[in-house]
C-alpha cells in the first residue's frame, strides 16, 4: 500500500467549472499536507497546506481535510486552461513526507 | 526572497561515467531535501538534511549515490557510476522547520540523461 494515493487522471474539466482532487493517505499519524502543482518540464510549485480538519480557502483554491476518513481534496473553482498541470499531493508525519504520484487535470477552453 | 537554486539545469552522460549536482537553498532554511522524480511519478525522496546533518538516506542507493550538505548551507548530490535508470530530474527542495512537517520549495531541477 502506497502511502498516499492519488488516481492518475486525466481529470477533463471544462473551463468555468469546479475542479475536485482527492487523495487518500495510509498514514493515521499524518500532520500536515500539501498540494503542489506541477506543470510540464517544471518543478513542483506549493498551493496550499493545510493542517487541521476542515476547509482552507485561497482564491480559487479550496483545501480539504478529513482526517477520519484519511483522506484530503483540492478544490478549483471557475478552472482556466492555466490550471492545466498535474496536482502533486504531499502528506507529513513530521518525520517523513510523502509525495502521490500526481492527478493530471486538464481544462478545455 | 531568492528562491531555491540548482545547476546544472540539464546534462547528458554515458553510462558508467559520474555526474554532480548542486543546490544552494533558500537562505536560514534549516532542511534540504534531494529528490528524484521519474516522468509520470510523485518526486521520490533521495535524502533529508537537516542543517549538516543527515536526516533520512534510506531510499538513497549508496553504491552509487552520494550526498553531502556544506556547512549546513549548499548541497552537492554525485552519481558514480551512472545507469541508465538513473536518467531523471533530480530535484532539490527546502524548508525553513528542522523537521519534514513544514512547507518545502522546490528549485528548477537537473534533468539527467544517461545513454
Known amino acids: 500500500q502506497k502511502e498516499v494515493e492519488q488516481n492518475s487522471g486525466p481529470l477533463s474539466v471544462p473551463e468555468g467549472a469546479i475542479a475536485s482532487l482527492n487523495c487518500t493517505y495510509s498514514?493515521?499519524?499524518?500532520?500536515?499536507f500539501f498540494w503542489y502543482r506541477q506543470y510540464s518540464g517544471k518543478s513542483p510549485e506549493l498551493i496550499m497546506s493545510?493542517?487541521?480538519?476542515g476547509d482552507k480557502e485561497d482564491g480559487r483554491f479550496t483545501a480539504q481535510l478529513n482526517k477520519a476518513s484519511q483522506y484530503v481534496s483540492l478544490l478549483i473553482r471557475d478552472s482556466q486552461p492555466s490550471d492545466s498541470a498535474t496536482y502533486l499531493c504531499a502528506v507529513s508525519n513530521f518525520n517523513k513526507f510523502y509525495f502521490g504520484s500526481g492527478t493530471k487535470l486538464n481544462v478545455k477552453p | 526572497e531568492a528562491g531555491v537554486a540548482q545547476s546544472p539545469r540539464y546534462k547528458i552522460i554515458e553510462k558508467r561515467q559520474s555526474v554532480a549536482f548542486w543546490c544552494n537553498p533558500i537562505?536560514?532554511?534549516?532542511?534540504l531535501y534531494w529528490y528524484q522524480q521519474i516522468l509520470g511519478q510523485g518526486p521520490k525522496l533521495l535524502i533529508q538534511f537537516q542543517n549538516n546533518g543527515v536526516v533520512d538516506d534510506s531510499q538513497l542507493p549508496k553504491d552509487r549515490f552520494s550526498a553531502e550538505r556544506l556547512k549546513g548551507v549548499d548541497s552537492t548530490l554525485k552519481i558514480q557510476p551512472a545507469k541508465l535508470e538513473d536518467s531523471a530530474v533530480y530535484l532539490c527542495?527546502?524548508?525553513?522547520?528542522?523537521?519534514?512537517?513544514?512547507?518545502?520549495?522546490f528549485g528548477p531541477g537537473t534533468r539527467l540523461t544517461v545513454t
Open positions: 493545510i493542517y487541521s480538519n
Open positions: 537562505s536560514g532554511h534549516a532542511t
Open positions: 498514514d493515521r499519524g499524518s500532520q500536515s
Open positions: 527542495a527546502s524548508s525553513f522547520a528542522d523537521h519534514a512537517g513544514y512547507e518545502q520549495y
